[in-house]
């Protein structure tokens, strides 16, 4: 066995429903955690108070730009980490917090978030709030075999990983409106579902077989959009689906 891949989860203004996600592997955390990935920093998990160097950091919520500490804490790590994974709706799009105006008791300045990617460069996105524990175990079991596999699961988990990768290169930005901007008005949606069913406040209905946004509703977490087959549906990944299930399940064993 390969030496481990070293992981962090840093922690910013998130509702550590990430983290949950992340733990409701149970079984499969801990193979993870004994076979391949050392949990180096975490503040919900270990007693270790500054950002060490890392492989991955597994990065959940926003920044409130008006905290220093904040902002300072993300630029240290993209200093610290190779890979930076945008963990959640919250880190890849804002999501919730986009919602933000400031002027609540103690700390009534602080009234802008951002999704991480406005900050520093985010090299992998996982979408969803909050993001399935599958998705999350594995980017992780794909990132260890980028880094320490041989050449073939290298390539393989290079498929996996790219449609992930050009998520995060997409932009900062989601809403409800990307499915009739980006699929329905580019005549791509083929009225499967998968939207309605990936919307975690049920903001989306099917009219005449398209979707209908509420956009009262939508909490802009980017999950629909990530979950449409016709969004950023990839070539290389799909034929390789069996093999990239068997090599995780492998793994895992
Ligand atoms: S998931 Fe995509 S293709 Fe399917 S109904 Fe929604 S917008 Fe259309
Ligand atoms: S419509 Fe639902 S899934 Fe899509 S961005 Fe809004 S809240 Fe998220």
């Known amino acids: 066995m390969a030496d481990k891949i070293t992981v962090g989860h840093v922690h910013m203004s998130g509702c550590t429903g990430c983290l ?7 079984g499969g955390l ?5 076979k391949y990935a050392d949990l180096v920093y975490g503040l919900t998990l270990a007693d270790v108070r500054h950002i060490p160097k890392m492989d991955v950091a597994l990065v959940e919520g926003s920044v409130c730009i008006q905290d220093k500490l904040s902002v300072q804490e993300i630029k240290e790590t993209r200093e610290k980490a190779a890979v930076v994974v945008a963990v959640g709706g919250c880190a890849c799009y804002g999501n919730i917090t986009r919602f933000g105006r400031g002027g609540q008791p103690n700390q009534p300045q602080h009234e ?5 990617g406005d900050l520093i460069k985010v090299d992998v996105y996982i979408p969803g709030c909050a993001p399935t524990p599958q998705l999350i175990r594995n980017v992780c079991v794909m990132a260890y075999l980028l880094l320490k596999g041989n ?12 449609p992930l990768m050009q ?3 997409r932009g900062t930005e989601a809403c409800g409106c ?4 980006d699929v329905v008005n580019q005549g791509l949606c083929m009225g499967c579902g998968s939207c309605a069913a990936a919307c975690p406040v049920r903001a989306i209905t099917h009219e005449y077989g398209k979707p209908n946004v509420n956009r009262e509703m939508c909490i802009k977490c980017g999950a ?24 995780i399940d492998a793994a895992l064993k």
């Not at 990307?178 to 901007?181: A, F, G, N, V, W």
């Open 224 to 247: 629909c959009y990530a979950q449409c087959p016709r969004s950023f549906f990839n070539f290389d990944v799909i034929p390789e689906f069996e093999g990239i299930m068997d090599a």
């Open 167 to 169: 998520l995060a290169d």
């Open 30 to 34: 801990l193979t993870i955690l004994d």
């Open 151 to 162: 050449k073939d699961q290298q390539e393989l988990a290079k498929k996996y990983l790219t």
């Open 112 to 116: 802008s978030y951002l999704p991480i």
């Open 178 to 181: 990307d499915l009739m901007y």
């Open 20 to 26: 949950v996600s992340l733990a409701d592997n149970y």
